[in-house]
């Protein structure tokens, strides 16, 4: 018999978490709220369900609190109150405005924390090989240089984040025009939502794809350790081996 090793935890379906957690809320929240089919309050209800149950389920399979879940909970949450409070646009501006700040103060409050989050964020341990990483730097004597690196990055993410949050809230103010609690309003609020892709989303992944670049770069020459070193990519190569090890002659 082959011996057993411990088995890592499943990693995430990224399409499953925005579908669950963005696409599948919002489409109920802009088409299926009105009266004709479940109504504002039933249709908040279902709609906070879909990124409630996703994060639970996702935590019992991965024993990790899911951030997007989180984000997606309170989004839905004060979008859909909102809604029923039919207040006027600004205060979805606000809103979409507010979260990404949030985020992006907390990037920066856990600079003075043992653990950052641009840690957490940029060097993920299912990703880049962190002990390798962390073994390069006490040989080369450069930590503390490493340490300022994440500093760096810490306020270029966080700026990201503000950067996000002044796209969203232009755009918002600049389509939300109609009386809330009216076709109007929704249609317009779906167009926020559709547009929010190109003119919100994609500058910021460039500019989290830029930040990470940097990152790589810089890891690179404080450990010397080239891409194929700083990421796990010989994962395959070492199961297929272990499972050569494991199986019977």
């Known amino acids: 018999m082959s011996p057993t090793t411990p088995s890592s935890p ?56 899911n951030l997007f879940s989180i984000i997606g909970f309170f989004s839905v949450l004060l979008s859909g109150g909102l809604g029923v409070l039919k207040v006027q646009g600004v205060w979805f501006a606000i809103k979409d405005a507010a979260i990404p700040v949030v985020i992006g103060l907390s990037v920066l409050l856990s600079t003075k924390s043992k653990r950052p989050l641009v840690r957490t964020v940029l060097l993920n341990d299912e990703i880049v ?30 700026a990201s984040f503000l950067l996000v949050a002044v796209l969203h809230f232009g755009l918002v103010r600049a389509i939300l025009r ?12 779906g167009r926020v939502h559709l547009l929010a892709l190109p003119i919100v989303a994609l500058p910021s992944m460039i500019a989290l794809t830029a ?32 499972n050569d090890q494991g199986s019977p002659n």
């Not at 995430?12 to 004709?36: G, H, Q, R, W």
């Not at 209800?45 to 389920?57: E, N």
């Not at 990152?215 to 994962?235: I, N, Q, S, Y």
């Open 129 to 158: 090989n962190v002990q390798r990483v962390e073994q390069a730097l006490d040989e080369r004597g450069t930590r503390s240089d490493f340490d300022r690196l994440l500093n760096r990055a810490s306020y270029a993410l966080a």
């Open 211 to 242: 930040i990470l670049w940097w990152v790589v770069k810089r890891l690179e020459a404080l450990t010397g350790l080239d891409g194929d070193h700083l990421f796990h990519a010989d994962k395959k190569e070492k199961a297929a081996a272990g």
């Open 178 to 189: 109609s009386d809330p609690a009216t076709p109007a309003f929704n249609a317009e609020l």
């Open 10 to 65: 499943p990693r995430e379906n990224l399409l499953l978490n925005l579908v669950c957690n963005i696409a599948v809320p919002t489409l109920i929240l802009i088409k299926f709220s009105s009266e004709k089919w479940l109504g504002p309050i039933p249709g908040l209800l279902v709609a906070l369900a879909f990124p409630l149950c996703y994060g639970i389920w996702d935590f019992a399979r991965r024993r990790k609190t």
